[in-house]
Structures are given as structure tokens and as C-alpha cells.
């Protein structure tokens, strides 16, 4: 496809139990980010996969959140135990990076919410 | 570490008039600098971006920014405002090392409204 594409658009889910985030990059791209958006708020930074280097991790808000990325292809972004304050939008977005100073592209994102 | 910041959390204007959406950077090296807009639910859109070259950079809808090296700056700018411009603002950047290997930064955004 042309753009980033995320799965599922929406998902509902109960408390307590696993989702996986499905992000599908631009072909090429080196970089792949997550980020989460609650409702009204800014970009919270999660996790930056950057070619074959070790991922930055930093933003992971606690050991219930995970993501895997295989080479330079898809990425999937897994919360175990979900619980309500994991209720967000999750984007994922790519980038050429190696080539220096292209622009990300972000996907229409996945809206999860908690019950 | 490199940062981006936004200081107006909204900014309001009337339709027509020019608006201004902050941002600056503490971005080491040459930074590389985005504007991306955020319409109501709907995934961020690029808008333009600095790479080198000239401060001026133009982008989508009639937006441009400038790049100010000596007060750190990437102010949005739109000469005549819309009412269609009201969104959420987002300034970005990462520091422009060859062969990247630096994250992408985001501001914490700027509600535009633009009013008639």
C-alpha cells in the first residue's frame, strides 16, 4: 500500500485482557515509532525501532506493554492485562530516516478502549 | 537530550487575520524540523518541514514556518487565517546526524480555533 496501515481500526476489549496493535510501515522505511494520543492530548512516545539497532524502549509506561518489529517490516505493539487508563488512540508512524531529514508518515491510528 | 517545545497550549484568531503557532527546539547539530496538523479524529498529516537551505520553507494550505537559528525557533505562520484551519498543531524535530539514529521529537501541540 502507499501509506501506513494499522489494524484494527477500533478494538473494545475488557479489563485484564491481551491486544495486539498491527502496524504495517511503508515499504523501505528504516524507522518505525509508536505513539499514544489520549483524547484531547499530545503524542506520548512509546517506542522508536531504528533498522537492525536496538530499539529505544524509553517511553514504554510499564512491563504490561511490548512491541516487536521484524527487520524493516511490520510491527505489532502488545499490552497484556489491559486496564482502563490504556483506553487511547495508538499511532504508529515511518520514516526514511537513514537518508536523513524525510518526514514521518502516521498512520490512521487504532482507537482502543477498556471496559 | 533534544527537545521541542510549544508554549501555547491554544491560540485564537479571526478568520482572516495572520496567525502564528510557536515552536522551539533544543535540537543538537543542524535539526531537522516538522509541522504536522491534526484534524478531529484523524491521523497527523505532514505540513512542511527544514532540512538546510533557506528559513522560509512553504508548505500545505498556504502554510509556511521559519527557522530562526539564534532564538531556536520553527514559528507556523499563515498569512490569512480559515476557519477550516482550527486543528491541533504539532511541532517536531531530531538532529540531523548522517545516516539518522535520532528519535523523532514531538511538542505537546497547539489547538488552533479560528473564528468568524
Known amino acids: 500500500g502507499a501509506g501506513v496501515s494499522q489494524s484494527p481500526s477500533n478494538k473494545v476489549t475488557e479489563k485484564g485482557k491481551d491486544v495486539e496493535l498491527r502496524c504495517d510501515p511503508i515499504?523501505?522505511?528504516?524507522?518505525l515509532y509508536w505513539y499514544r494520543q489520549r483524547l484531547g492530548q499530545g503524542l506520548e512516545f512509546l517506542i522508536y525501532?531504528?533498522?537492525?539497532?536496538?530499539?529505544?524502549k524509553s517511553g514504554l509506561p510499564s512491563d504490561r506493554f511490548s512491541a516487536e518489529r521484524t527487520g524493516e517490516s511490520v510491527s505489532t505493539l502488545t499490552i497484556q492485562r489491559t486496564q482502563q487508563e490504556d483506553s487511547a488512540v495508538y499511532l504508529c508512524?515511518?520514516?526514511?530516516?537513514?537518508?536523513?531529514?524525510?518526514?514521518?508518515?502516521f498512520g490512521q491510528g487504532t482507537r482502543l478502549t477498556v471496559v | 537530550a533534544q527537545s521541542v517545545a510549544q508554549p501555547e497550549d491554544q491560540v485564537n484568531v479571526a478568520e482572516g487575520n495572520p496567525l502564528t503557532v510557536k515552536c522551539t527546539y533544543s535540537?543538537?547539530?543542524?535539526?531537522?524540523l516538522f509541522w504536522y496538523v491534526q484534524y478531529p479524529n484523524r491521523g497527523l498529516q505532514f505540513l512542511l518541514k527544514?532540512?538546510?537551505?533557506?528559513?522560509l520553507v512553504k508548505g500545505s494550505y498556504g502554510f509556511e514556518a521559519e527557522f530562526n537559528k539564534s532564538q531556536t525557533s520553527f514559528h507556523l505562520k499563515k498569512p490569512s487565517a480559515l476557519v477550516s484551519d482550527s486543528a491541533l498543531y504539532f511541532c517536531?524535530?531530531?538532529?540531523?546526524?548522517?545516516?539518522?539514529?535520532?528519535?523523532?521529537?514531538f511538542g505537546t501541540g497547539t489547538q488552533l480555533k479560528v473564528e468568524l
Open positions: 508512524a515511518s520514516s526514511n530516516q537513514g537518508a536523513g531529514g524525510t518526514e514521518a508518515f
Open positions: 515499504s523501505g522505511h528504516t524507522a
Open positions: 525501532f531504528q533498522g537492525n539497532s536496538a530499539p529505544d
Open positions: 535540537v543538537s547539530g543542524n535539526p531537522y
Open positions: 527544514y532540512i538546510t537551505g533557506d528559513n
Open positions: 517536531a524535530g531530531f538532529a540531523g546526524v548522517t545516516g539518522g539514529g535520532n528519535k523523532l521529537t
